[in-house]
């Protein structure tokens, strides 16, 4: 008799306890009483379903270690005629995201510096690269009045292609002097330890941006209307 009282005695603490636990946990959480196994079999649930949701990695990009360039074709006259125009961007910003077991969630935002856009090719001598720099600033690219050129993505597509490898199709919207709109990036980005690369093409119509071609005074940076936009980028976690 003794001993049954003893098990009744030590069940009746573990449920006074267990309903202590409950009752705290229900304070804390804001739940009504009668709602508290439910709470817990939610939560369990939530973090299930957290730890199977993929990890998205974050890249920062490092200009400093990039190359970004457009390829013009030119259409100017006399000594100029013949010579393509290669314009790097020396200054950018901009994210990566990229999930690595499923390519999304990802995306890309680049913000360039008008600014920092200067004639590199071989072709041209310093006095003529001057020149050319010259009318860039205050004719074509105007970056005190459109000082960024903005480009963020609005979907993500492609396939893995081998060990860190991708393949992937970057649609997204492109802010340039003062125009908006939808471009298609194809990119190959392959990852190594803490860094992305990034390497591809696209092209533009500089009429869809409204981008002079060329200038009165020395016609220098008169190109064709499609620009070609080559880059391998590298990022960093």
């Known amino acids: 008799m003794r001993t049954l009282r003893l098990i009744t005695a030590a069940l009746c603490v573990s449920v006074v306890t267990a309903a202590t636990v409950?009752?705290?946990?229900?304070?804390?959480?804001?739940?009504?009483?009668?709602?508290?196994?439910?709470?817990?079999?939610?939560?369990?649930s939530k973090s299930k379903t957290n730890a199977l949701v993929p990890a998205t990695v974050r890249y920062h990009l490092d200009a400093s270690q990039s190359k970004?360039?457009?390829?013009?074709?030119?259409?100017?006259?006399?000594?100029?005629?013949?010579?393509?125009?290669?314009?790097?961007?020396?200054?950018f910003t901009g994210e990566v995201e990229l999930t690595p077991s499923s390519i999304t969630p990802a995306s890309l935002v680049i913000t360039a510096k008008t600014a920092s856009m200067v004639e590199t090719s071989s072709v041209f001598t310093e006095p003529q690269k001057q020149i050319i720099n010259k009318e860039l600033r205050e004719i074509v690219l105007l970056p005190d009045q459109y000082p960024e050129i903005v480009f963020k993505s609005t979907s993500v597509s492609g396939k893995k292609t081998g060990s860190n490898q991708?393949?992937?199709?970057?649609?997204?919207?492109?802010?340039?002097?003062?125009?908006?709109?939808?471009?298609?990036?194809p990119t190959k980005v392959t990852v190594s330890g803490n860094e992305l690369r990034a390497q591809g093409e696209f092209s533009i119509n500089r009429d869809d941006f409204k981008v002079k071609a060329t200038s009165a005074m020395h016609g220098l940076i008169r190109v064709k209307d499609r620009v070609k936009f080559t880059f391998d980028i590298v990022g960093r976690q």
């Open 22 to 44: 409950d009752y705290q946990l229900v304070r804390r959480r804001n739940v009504s009483p009668g709602d508290s196994v439910a709470f817990r079999v939610a939560t369990a």
């Open 68 to 91: 970004f360039t457009a390829h013009a074709l030119a259409g100017g006259l006399l000594w100029f005629k013949g010579h393509n125009h290669l314009i790097a961007v020396r200054e």
């Open 166 to 185: 991708y393949e992937l199709k970057i649609i997204g919207d492109l802010a340039l002097h003062g125009v908006t709109r939808q471009i298609t990036i």
